[in-house]
């Protein structure tokens, strides 16, 4: 049970595959138009269960509950080794006195 | 009574909606053909340059420092010709309070917004523009929503768009995340319907009149400097408000330099492919905006775009992905500075342009943006490589976005591509003309197309008599 008043991340089909607009790719009009948005539970719901929320322009929407104070998972990704390799090469450019 | 929130019933409200949240009768400026007047727009419904310059300096945008790069100038002429190689500079407009030049555009927006009695705003926008316009309402105290395409079917995120949402989100704005596909438009009007707020469109004329004082002070900046404008402004162009803004305030100050365009290559990817979203690794300026909008400026989200890039651009370049992040790696370990790939772009392109200029020549990129989590050049080469795109060193030119990122072997092999500017006059002139269902074109339009396309009147009358 998720509290009403938790900050909350809610998802929703906003197109169903046959509703997409006539230009849209085939591989695109395959799938349907999902949205997510975030805001404050307007009541107690349970995780996966329709939800509804108050956005923090005052909106609401309902949608699936997905997450409770939802995680930024972006990062810095792996080190990518190709990038030293280009700092030693044009450090060695401009400060090695290498002949053109 | 509750309106029908189908596709097609929502998307036949458009017009009245835009009215609406725009609050520009754009009617006014019609011509009933292909023409309309462009300055009259621009002069009607935006502000004056020295207006622009208070809004925007009232709320901390602009007078960005202009840095010059002298280690990387120091590379390019390891590459160039004897001679040649002209000095690189960049406008640090990373230094706005949001962290992009955007925020000038978003300043004009969000004062107009506030002035007409908004609470508050809406922008349809993954990118930097996003940020921008909620630091702006943050500022005016103004609500914000932004709507953003940001996942593929498998709700893998790009992660420069996460980032973005992430920033909007931290500067108090509503962030409405979508799946690919262009009727991102429709969930906006059903938006704007419903809160009644402001569409702070990139493509108003306050929104490009914004970037203008962008030019006027590059201009201004390299006078007290150097005593004379620079001979080469480069622009990342995407929707082409960069271009078209910083083109008019140069011309406003009375500079002449050459602004040259330029986009990352994405041939073969399509933009509104839910497959190919996540094959690229930049999500703005680059050609799949860049071309299309400068084609044919009034596919964007208002009636009449005030972008109109063919009417500036003295030459359209495209530069590689892997081109792109070599430079920004560059830019770290010679310059000692990180920043986000919009302005690298650019650099990358001017990198290649510098060689061809002599070495007295000043060449500055007009824009950097902020990096970090996301939008910066591991991340990015990461979540490439994650998608099975194959990264490897060897020869830019045998990139293929979508498949590969090819890093060049060597910073020589490092190309600025042009793109046939004709070709585009020419596809402008025909989706004019069939746009507007006109065969034969009146005079009014074919000195209006002779400006849109940076022409001559005969050129235009010989361009429609072999569409003929």
């Not at chain 2, 500079?255 to 690794?281: E, P, Q, T």
């Amino acid at each position: 049970m998720v509290k009403k008043g938790e900050w909350v991340r809610i998802h929703k089909n906003i197109l169903e595959p046959e509703e997409r607009a006539p230009q849209v790719p085939d591989d695109t009009k395959a799938c349907p138009l999902e949205m997510w948005d975030k805001g404050f539970l307007t009541a107690d719901a349970e995780l996966g269960r329709e939800a509804e929320i108050e956005t923090v322009t005052g909106r609401h929407e309902t949608g699936t509950l997905t997450e409770t104070e939802p995680y930024y998972d972006h990062d810095f990704g792996r080190c990518i080794p190709e990038l030293l390799e280009i700092d030693r090469q044009v450090r060695e450019m401009v400060f090695g006195g290498e002949e053109k | 009574m509750t309106k029908a929130s189908d596709y097609a019933s929502v998307m036949a409200r458009r017009p009245e909606i835009m009215l609406k949240s725009v609050g520009i009768d754009y009617s006014k400026f019609e011509s009933g053909s292909i023409a309309f007047d462009y300055e009259k727009m621009m002069k009607e419904t935006g502000y004056t340059l020295e207006e622009m310059q208070e809004i925007q300096y009232g709320v901390n945008v602009g007078r960005t420092p202009v840095l010059e790069l002298k280690n990387l100038t120091a590379l390019a002429r390891k590459c160039a010709p004897e001679g040649k190689g002209a000095r690189i500079f960049i406008k640090d407009e990373a230094a706005n309070p949001s962290g992009s030049f955007k925020a000038r555009r978003a300043a004009n927006a969000v004062y107009h917004a506030k002035r007409l009695g908004y609470r508050g705003v809406i922008a349809a926008t993954s990118g930097n523009y996003g940020a921008a316009v909620a630091s702006q309402a943050a500022i005016a105290g103004l609500k914000c929503i932004i709507v953003q395409e940001c996942y593929d079917s498998e709700g893998k995120g790009q992660p420069e768009i996460i980032e973005k949402a992430r920033k909007c989100e931290a500067l108090g704005a509503e962030v409405v995340q979508l799946t690919v596909g262009p009727e991102l438009f429709y969930k906006f009007l059903l938006l704007l319907e419903e809160t009644g707020y402001f569409n702070a469109s990139l493509y108003t004329p306050f929104g490009i009149g914004g970037v203008e004082t962008l030019g006027y002070e590059i201009s201004t900046q390299f006078r007290e400097r150097f005593g004379r404008d620079p001979d080469v402004v480069v622009c990342t162009q995407a929707g082409g408000g960069n271009l078209t803004g910083t083109a008019r305030g140069l011309k406003k100050a009375g500079a002449k330099s050459k602004v040259i365009g330029a986009s990352v290559d994405l041939s073969g990817l399509h933009m509104a492919s839910d497959r190919d979203f996540n094959l690229k690794s930049f999500t703005t300026g680059h050609t799949g905006f860049g071309v299309p909008f400068s084609n044919w400026p009034d596919r964007s989200d208002v009636p009449r775009s005030a972008a109109r890039p063919l009417r500036y651009m003295d030459r359209y370049v495209t530069i590689t992905q892997g081109d792109v992040f070599y430079m920004t790696e560059c830019l770290a370990t010679l310059e000692g500075m990180e920043k986000g790939p919009a302005g690298n772009t650019s650099l990358a392109a001017a990198f290649a342009l510098s060689q061809e200029y002599d070495r007295d020549a000043l060449m500055v990129v007009q824009e950097t943006e902020y990096t970090g989590a996301g939008k910066h050049v591991q991340p990015q080469l990461s979540f490439a490589r994650s998608n099975g795109i194959d990264v490897h060193f060897g020869d830019p030119k045998d990139e293929v976005p979508g498949k590969n990122i090819v890093l060049p072997s060597h910073p020589s092999l490092i190309k600025a591509t042009d793109v046939d500017l004709d070709h585009m006059r020419r596809s402008l002139i025909k989706t004019a003309m069939k746009t507007y269902g006109v065969a034969d074109p009146v005079q009014k339009d074919i000195e209006f197309l002779a400006e849109e396309t940076m022409k001559d009147a005969d050129w235009v009358k010989q361009v429609i008599d072999e569409l003929k």
